[in-house]
């Protein structure tokens, strides 16, 4: 067949602004923002662009009769064919010197016989003597043109752009190995850095994190009172001496409280009352700080940061997020919002602070600090580490990064993520010396088996588990929506003092509310012993009682349990009207442990009854035989069940749930019951209500976040949701018939994040897609560094010369072109188009009928068309 040149006409360029259309949504306005369009899935390597639903699309052959025949396959010279018509990925490579070429037209010409360095190129991206983006040694298109590569603020990353350009520095690193002896080692320093960088992450992890618990710790217990021979010791290791009970401070001589401070005596109405005031204007003082300075220097360390986290691990990008801002005031105002009594947990907040630690130290080492999708690696080990130090359970951390936070977690990160977790509980364990509540949280002393008859009371915590987690989302997503779209907002230090001085009051006269949550927590799964005065839970009178085999020992509840069950009754429904006003207030604040802290009440309470029930019947039929032992029923084990029920209910965990459960507790032949409330707890759960709070607030901002785990189940096809829609016109550039001027022109009057490159107007094949920034940052460099170059010069994205050019000499831009974008016909159904999404982390797809371009679809039209489909309001997706 004949082929034909395809050429584009400066005068064809000149008719007219046709080329500016109603195509909408490759990139809008948000909120003030620049924001892009992407996914972020894990990547894959460049090959899997041949998978059986994405087509590469560097080279097209269409025809519509023999005179017509169009080849628009890249050649680097008239003579040399670099790719045929049913693959683009069968190129050339480059030699190194043709890398190094510049914008500049004195350039040394291209040599292509006998010179090529045989450099791996199954990029996306094009051939390097094409012109196309190269990624591998000095010959980094980011060193010809500053900026190139990277992205802008509310972007999303292009993962399969990071992975080749990762993967061609690999290559090349791999192939200078063999020059010199200095190579060798640049290339083994590399090989090795991601498990240094872990390394870095998991030793500053492990001390952060215990400077965080020292000093919550010791302001806590100021609130209560002082140590005079040494003020900075809390309250347990001023009285470590004595071994006292945390619960009551009883005869400690060394610790003093403030009425003691004043003069006065330890208990009557008027050590009450100051005790009270102090207890208030602490809990003011340190909330008002936290407040302030999250305000004030970085108003992203407030909130848990998890919903945040899982955006950003999928690929999104948040400047500052990660910064070493954040890192400081994180750590400190959540040292101080603790200490202030609100009810909210450290452990959300450690997974930020730790991600922060990973962000910071990648840059330390340019193969992941220069590489979004590399650095993603780190912080997933990372967010691992931040669960390891804040519940001391290093697999359950990496459990967690798996299941609930990470988007693309390849095997080599989860060893990173084992090791990471791993130093940081080990640094945190050999900081604190007092007590083993870090090495594990809550320790059950009790190892009595449980009964098959259990399981039913078990299930019955993960039913109200689920129920009460659900509960609890539904009911923080109104009062967050109302705080968002109401005056209230306005005010967030106001909202901090007015949530602290409302919970210091009603939670000081309740001795349960009154102490930190977790040594309630340590009480409520601790087991009763015999003699036991200081737990009130314990208060039983025992007595021993005939049966058919014997005598069996029985415990009768005294008065001091029957109150202390109504207190945790009151406990529970304050703790949970608390933490739904607490949580998302301009803090930083966690939910762990309020939620297992409401698990715990309502597994304690139940287990209590259970426990009654057993000894007042033990003649039933399920209990013959199996309470001949005393104490056989053990209530605290129902406290640990319910805890997790809880926290699965919220957050819709479940392996890295039970994990954590045996790992704080110690109770790993509890394992059993505790999956049987997990599964319970997120069955109910997700039939009331299909996300968990941290996806819940990702759709509440608006991310960008396309959950892996949910499936599209409608019949929808690409061309019902490609922008722009069926007989409109859709923006492009043309490969080389437009202007200087006429691409500026074009940047000015839309604001899409990208374009797709045709061969004409009139023939809209695709040739490639080039993004906005790098349209911008290529200008602009050209302008300042290349003489000729003014708004008349003609913009190439081919390799060869127009046939005649009497204007200013051209500005070649194919170094910027992504001559391999992803496509999908018009007809492809969206179930394929949303898994492309998920598996190839996209930023956009374009859409084609018969070879020709019709539109685009960008993550922000898949992720209202889902919502759409789901019957819910498109427009709350406010990010690409």
């Not at 990277?150 to 290559?171: G, L, P, S």
């Not at 603790?338 to 910071?360: F, Q």
């Not at 390891?388 to 359950?396: L, Q, R, T």
């Not at 492009?732 to 940047?747: A, G, R, Y």
Request: proline content about 5%; hydrophobic content about 40%.
């Amino acid at each position: 067949m004949d082929k034909f040149p395809l050429k584009g006409s400066r005068e064809a360029a000149a008719e007219g602004n046709s080329y500016i259309t109603a195509y909408q949504t490759v990139m809008k306005k948000s909120n003030g923002h620049t924001i892009g369009a992407g996914d972020s899935d894990h990547p894959l390597a460049p090959h899997s662009k041949l998978s059986s639903y994405a087509a590469a699309t560097t080279s097209l052959t269409a025809a519509t009769d023999d005179e017509d025949m169009i080849d628009i396959t890249p050649r680097s010279s008239p003579g040399e064919l670099i790719g045929g018509p049913s693959s683009s990925y069968h190129r050339e490579t480059a030699t190194e010197s043709d890398t190094e070429r510049d914008y500049a037209p004195n350039q040394r010409t291209m040599h292509h016989h006998h010179q090529h360095q045989h450099v791996p190129t199954h990029s996306a991206f094009g051939d390097p003597m094409d012109g196309a983006l190269s990624f591998y040694g000095s010959s980094d298109v980011q060193d010809d043109i500053p900026g190139i590569g990277q992205y802008e603020d509310f972007h999303t990353i292009d993962w399969q752009r990071d992975i080749a350009r990762d993967r061609m520095r690999h290559r090349y690193i791999v192939k200078k190995r063999q020059d010199s002896l200095w190579d060798l080692i640049k290339g083994s320093i590399d090989a090795g850095s991601g498990w240094l960088c872990v390394l870095l992450v998991g030793i500053a992890a492990g001390c952060v994190a215990g400077m965080v618990d020292i000093g919550a710790s010791w302001m806590s217990d100021l609130k209560h009172g002082i140590c005079p021979a040494a003020f900075w010791f809390n309250r347990e290791q001023c009285c470590y001496p004595a071994k006292q009970s945390v619960f009551e401070e009883g005869n400690c001589s060394t610790w003093k409280t403030w009425p003691e401070i004043f003069g006065l005596s330890r208990t009557g109405t008027g050590p009450y009352i100051i005790s009270y005031i102090w207890y208030i204007l602490w809990a003011l003082l340190f909330a008002s700080l936290s407040a302030s300075l999250v305000r004030m220097f970085a108003p992203y360390a407030c909130g848990s940061g998890i919903p945040e986290i899982k955006t950003i691990l999928s690929g999104f990008i948040i400047r500052g997020y990660l910064g070493k801002w954040t890192l400081l005031i994180k750590s400190v105002g959540l040292m101080l919002s603790v200490s202030a009594g609100l009810t909210l947990g450290k452990e959300g907040p450690m997974v930020h602070i730790a991600s922060c630690i990973g962000n910071i130290f990648s840059h330390l080492f340019p193969k992941y600090g220069r590489n979004e999708a590399k650095k993603r690696e780190i912080l997933s080990a990372a967010s691992a580490a931040g669960v390891s130090v804040a519940f001391g359970a290093p697999i359950g951390g990496v459990l967690f990064s798996l299941e609930e936070v990470s988007y693309y977690f390849p095997l080599k990160t989860l060893w990173r993520s084992f090791f990471c977790a791993l130093i940081a509980a080990f640094v945190l364990r050999s900081l604190t010396p007092f007590g083993n509540e870090h090495s594990v949280l809550f320790f059950v002393e009790y190892n009595k088996p449980w009964i098959f008859f259990e399981l039913i009371p078990f299930v019955f915590l993960g039913i109200m588990g689920g129920a009460i987690g659900t509960f609890f989302i539904k009911a923080n997503l109104w009062w967050c929506r109302y705080r968002k779209f109401s005056k209230l907002g306005q005010y967030p230090v106001s909202e901090v003092l007015f949530v602290t001085l409302v919970t210091g009051i009603i939670c000081y006269p309740n001795p349960f509310t009154r102490m930190n949550m977790n040594e309630l927590i340590f009480l409520l799964v601790s087991k009763c012993s015999p003699g036991d005065m200081t737990n009130p839970l314990c208060d039983y009178k025992r007595m021993n009682i005939s049966t058919s085999t014997g005598f069996v020992e029985v415990t009768e509840p005294g008065p001091r349990v029957y109150s202390s069950i109504w207190l945790l009754v009151l406990t529970f429904v304050l703790k949970l009207a608390l933490t739904i006003f607490t949580f998302g207030i301009k803090v930083p604040s966690g939910l762990f442990i309020p939620s297992l802290l409401l698990g715990a009440i309502m597994g304690r309470i139940v287990g209590i009854g259970v426990e009654q029930f057993a000894y007042s019947y033990p003649n039933i039929w399920f209990f013959t035989g199996e309470c001949a032992d005393s104490n056989l029923i053990t209530p605290g084990l129902y406290a640990v069940v319910g805890a997790a029920a809880v926290l699965g209910g919220v957050t819709r965990m479940t392996v890295s749930l039970v994990v954590i459960m045996f790992e704080l507790t110690g109770g790993v032949r509890y394992i059993v019951p505790l999956m049987a409330a997990a599964m319970a707890s997120k069955w109910v759960g997700d039939a009331l209500g299909r996300q968990g709070i941290y996806d819940a607030h990702i759709a509440l901002n608006g991310y960008p976040f396309l959950d892996s785990k949910e499936e599209f189940a409608h019949t929808t096809l690409a061309a019902d949701v490609m922008q722009p829609k069926r007989n409109e016109t859709l923006n492009v550039i043309t490969q080389d018939s437009m202007t200087v001027d006429d691409v500026e022109n074009l940047l000015k009057e839309t604001e899409h994040n990208g374009y797709p490159v045709v061969v004409s107007r009139e023939n809209q094949y695709l040739v490639g897609f080039v993004l906005r920034r790098d349209l911008n940052l290529a200008i602009g460099n050209a302008k300042r560094l290349i003489e000729g170059i003014n708004s008349n010069s003609i913009v190439l994205f081919t390799s060869t010369q127009p046939t005649q050019n009497l204007g200013p000499q051209p500005l070649k831009l194919k170094k910027i072109l992504d001559m391999a974008p992803i496509t999908v016909t018009d007809q492809t159904p969206m179930e394929t188009v949303v898994d492309m999404f998920r598996k190839l982390g996209l930023r956009q797809t374009l859409v084609t009928h018969n070879g020709r371009l019709l539109g685009v679809i960008t993550k922000k039209d898949v992720l209202r068309h889902v919502k759409q489909m789901d019957n819910e309001d498109p427009n709350t997706v406010l990010f690409n």
